[in-house]
């Protein structure tokens, strides 16, 4: 539930920790402070810029210390509380960019200007995705998953809204029950079906997974409405409910999978014009001994070790590490031997097995080293650009 304070009271969220750590270095031992806490500030009274002195101001996102005993409200379920701006005692300097961190750069991309580099126009044809997820996978089954699928809806609603761009009457909440195979599952999502920033937050219950999937997008759209999508997955991740799902340091956290999948329409050039072939296209790169085979290339981009290629197919697996963390890789080539000789599909998978909070995480570092770096500026680009006969493009399928 968004709360809009009035007068001079503040929405904050709570921060429990073991120890408070006051402005200046002093460490606040809780026993011997248990009516002070920590909290950030999520909303501010119109009347909280000035209080007493002209020079004390709220703002949404700084850390407080204040007086617990002021509590006027209080959401268990959402972990917030309102409290008068008077029961504040201190601002904690450090702890708005720990906050920062969580919410904002949980997913965070630098400017799309510094994000697509100078050689954009060289790698722009191999970069949309038939489908990027974001999945975070239980261990367990869900017993009550109600309550988190309605902070959900709010929180998607919240972030959304925040983008002057997209119209809310296109985003929808809807329980769904299905049955396949004898198994019984029961669906919660928000949905978008905005032109811009479509996309989907659902929670399902046999797959025991929450997970974010956009269809249909290029790397700019990708880019642009992501991070947003990812804010409000991260407020759900980090909401006491879903806590309490997840377990002590989120101990029930199977691990966080990420995908991209990709449609690839081969085409000749030059003197070729024709349609590829698959088994044409798998021959002269996906077969391994032949004295012009790029293939020990293109996997040396990726890291793996060349062997165990096939003529139709591939699946490699594969650990890299990335910006400092270890991650499971899976690379799957599918090249179908129906009528459509020209397409291929190649799916991209990421998983994180760490153990430990996933709300300290950061995965934009991530997306951008290994998707724009490794495969669009290099797997993609050294796959067929050394081969003067096949262009490749990816497709919005």
């Given at each position: 539930m968004s709360l809009q304070p009035l007068n001079s009271h503040l929405v904050i969220r709570p921060i429990a920790e073991d120890e408070t750590r006051s402005p200046s270095g002093l460490i606040v031992a809780p026993q011997n402070t248990r009516n002070v806490r920590k909290a950030e500030i999520l909303s501010v009274g119109r009347s909280n810029q000035q209080i007493n002195h002209p020079s004390t101001t709220f703002s949404v996102g700084e850390i407080i210390l204040y007086y617990a005993d002021a509590e006027r409200y209080s959401d268990t379920l959402e972990g917030t509380a309102i409290i008068p701006a008077e029961a504040v005692l201190a601002f904690v300097p450090d702890g708005a960019d720990h906050v920062a961190r969580g919410s904002s750069d949980f997913f965070s991309l630098p400017p799309w200007e510094e994000f697509k580099l100078n050689d954009h126009e060289r790698w722009r044809d191999y970069t949309n995705a038939s489908l990027f997820s974001f999945k975070v996978k239980f261990l367990h089954p869900f017993i009550d998953i109600s309550d988190i699928a309605t902070l959900m809806y709010e929180y998607v609603v919240e972030e959304l809204r925040s983008t002057a761009d997209i119209d809310l009457d296109n985003v929808h909440f809807r329980v769904e029950h299905v049955e396949e195979e004898g198994r019984k599952d029961t669906i919660y999502a928000v949905t978008s079906s905005d032109d811009k920033?479509?996309?989907?937050?659902?929670?399902?219950?046999?797959?025991?997974?929450?997970?974010?999937?956009?269809?249909?997008?290029?790397?700019?759209?990708?880019?642009?409405?992501?991070?947003?999508?990812?804010?409000?997955?991260?407020?759900?991740?980090?909401?006491?409910?879903?806590?309490?799902?997840?377990?002590?340091?989120?101990?029930?956290?199977?691990?966080?999978?990420?995908?991209?999948?990709?449609?690839?329409?081969?085409?000749?050039?030059?003197?070729?014009?024709?349609?590829?072939?698959?088994?044409?296209l798998m021959e002269q790169f996906l077969l391994l001994g032949s004295t012009n085979d790029p293939t020990p290339a293109t996997l040396a981009a990726l890291g793996i070790p060349v062997g165990g290629v096939?003529?139709?197919?591939?699946?490699?697996?594969?650990?890299?590490?990335?910006?400092?963390?270890?991650?499971?890789?899976?690379?799957?080539?599918?090249?179908?031997?129906?009528?459509?000789?020209?397409?291929?599909?190649?799916?991209?998978?990421?998983?994180?097995?760490?153990?430990?909070?996933?709300?300290?995480?950061?995965?934009?570092?991530?997306?951008?080293?290994?998707?724009?770096?490794?495969?669009?500026?290099?797997?993609?680009?050294?796959?067929?650009?050394?081969?003067?006969?096949?262009?490749?493009?990816?497709?919005?399928?």
């Open positions: 920033w479509d996309g989907a937050i659902s929670l399902s219950t046999a797959l025991n997974a929450l997970q974010f999937t956009k269809r249909g997008a290029t790397l700019q759209n990708l880019h642009e409405t992501v991070p947003g999508w990812m804010r409000a997955f991260f407020r759900v991740i980090n909401s006491p409910a879903f806590q309490r799902i997840a377990g002590p340091g989120y101990s029930r956290i199977q691990n966080v999978v990420i995908g991209m999948d990709q449609e690839v329409l081969l085409q000749g050039r030059g003197i070729r014009k024709e349609p590829v072939i698959n088994s044409d096939r003529r139709v197919d591939i699946k490699l697996g594969y650990e890299r590490p990335i910006d400092g963390h270890d991650y499971i890789i899976f690379m799957d080539v599918k090249a179908p031997s129906n009528d459509e000789h020209s397409h291929i599909r190649i799916e991209w998978q990421i998983q994180d097995h760490r153990p430990g909070d996933l709300s300290k995480r950061e995965y934009g570092s991530m997306f951008v080293t290994f998707f724009r770096d490794i495969v669009f500026r290099s797997f993609y680009t050294r796959w067929f650009q050394e081969n003067a006969d096949i262009a490749c493009v990816t497709e919005l399928k």
